[in-house]
Structures are given as C-alpha cells and as structure tokens.
C-alpha cells in the first residue's frame, strides 16, 4: 500500500471496513449483497464520530465519505476511483484513526 496508486474496489471496500471498527466486525461483502453492505455501512459511519476533513477544510465531516465509497463499489464496477487520495494519506488517516481508537484516553 505504499506506493501511490488509485485504490481498487475491493481495497477501498476493506480500508472502510478496517477504519470503522479495526477488523473486529468485518462488513458484509459488498460484491455478494451490496445493499446489506451499503446498510451497514451507513450505520457505521453514523455511529463512528466525526474527524476534521483537510481536503474540505470541514469539521465534524464523517469518517468515511458513504456516497463516494458506494458509487465505487456498487455492482458491475471493477475498478475504483477512490475520492482521488492518494496510498499514502489513506496510511496517515489510518494510523490517526489507530491512535485515537487504541490511544491513552486523555
């Protein structure tokens, strides 16, 4: 994941899914039932808290963008544009997300 390329579907569909709750409840596979996918999805991302969005300069902006990561993931698309950010902003959002999941409680 380091080097900076345009995530595919499934890729985007799983950092989601890594993001929104570690890996520990993994969300329904969004190529066998994507409206069960798209429902939790949504559930999570309302419950998951908000962060600041450099790319709008917007705070309280959810997590996860459901729109974007729906229209690329939807059925009969293989490729994915993931809202154009790049491996490495994912990898730094990532490691935000970590801290503050599993950081000291201040």
Known sequence: MLD????RAGEAATLAGLVLDGGDDPLPDWQDDFDEFATAL???VASAGTCFDARRKRKGAPLLDCRS???VVRPGRM???F???STNTWMALLAVVVVFMFGPKL
Do not use: G, H
């Open 69 to 71: 990561l729906l229209q």
């Open 42 to 44: 949504r559930e999570r």
């Open 83 to 85: 809202m154009s950010i």
């Open 4 to 7: 900076e390329r345009t995530l």
């Open 79 to 81: 490729e994915a544009l």
